[in-house]
């Protein structure tokens, strides 16, 4: 397996994180049940289905544990990760922890697109209508919420080791008016995605980092308390331990991710 990240274009940065390829390879399993490590944004994936002949659209919410989804040989899937409070979707917080088909937020919305993926394998090339698929929903969005940007740096600076007053503080609202504008926009309580970002450091650190760190070094570097923390986490949010997330992670090969 393949996964891999691509920078947005300068125009897309306040709103995408970034795009995504996962891609399966001729050594893999005809099928069997990807698990996606949660981060705290929403997205937009696409996808040519090979055993069904079909390509789709989908919607993903911000999410609180682990996605799990039937994967297969010879099909392709791509996306994008928008930026917490940026994502052009209508009702973010009524999406946490779902997903579905995009015809089903956007009815009128010309989903055309969604056949040129057939016609391609070009992984740039499907990149590129996804970009053009931003471009027009984020031009009907509502501006992304530039509060709630500031207290997103500042927590993800602190490795989600600050209080919900200092991050009012940084957005210039209240504490009462920040939880409510943060969860508006993002669709999780900050406290909830500083838990899921420390979840994707620890994976990030896991896979990518130093060998000799260790669960214990890898919990002090992603912002859990100790390595008991991050075990309990681990637990709750993919249900397996740190070390089984692991060994399933490092069967993929990952391509310029980031924390």
């Known amino acids: 397996m393949l996964y891999e990240e691509f920078d947005p274009p300068a125009r897309q940065r306040e709103r995408v994180v970034s795009y995504w390829h996962f ?18 944004t929403a997205s937009l994936a696409c996808a040519w289905i090979a055993p069904a002949g ?44 779902k997903s579905g088909e995009l015809s089903k937020i956007f009815p009128g919305a010309d989903m055309g697109w969604i056949e040129k993926v057939k ?24 501006e992304a919420d530039e509060a709630v940007a500031r207290a997103v740096v500042r927590l993800e600076e602190a490795r989600g080791l600050v209080s919900v007053e200092d991050l009012a503080a940084v957005a210039g609202l209240s504490a009462r008016q920040f ?3 943060f969860r508006a926009a993002a669709g999780l309580t ?5 838990r899921m970002r420390r979840v994707r450091w620890a994976c990030v650190q896991a896979v990518l980092g130093e060998e000799s760190a260790g669960w ?5 570097q ?25 060994e399933y992670l490092k069967r993929i090969e990952h391509r310029r991710v980031r924390g």
């Open 216 to 220: 214990a070094g890898v919990a002090g």
């Open 190 to 194: 900050p406290k909830e995605y500083a």
């Open 119 to 142: 016609a391609t394998s070009a992984a740039e090339e499907v990149l590129g209508l996804l970009e053009v698929l931003v471009d027009g929903l984020t031009a009907g969005a509502a």
């Open 54 to 97: 079909r390509a789709m659209a989908s919607h993903v919410g911000p999410r609180r544990t682990a996605l799990r989804l039937m994967v297969y040989r010879d099909s392709r899937y791509w996306g994008v990760r928008f930026q917490p409070g940026a994502a052009p979707l209508p009702g973010v917080e009524r999406l946490l922890d």
């Open 23 to 40: 891609a399966e390879r001729e050594e893999d399993p005809p099928a069997f049940e990807h698990v996606i490590v949660p981060d705290g």
């Open 179 to 181: 939880l409510r504008r």
């Open 222 to 246: 992603s912002g859990f308390a100790d390595q008991a923390h991050l075990s309990r986490e681990f637990r709750r949010v993919f249900g397996w331990t740190p070390r089984m997330t692991e």
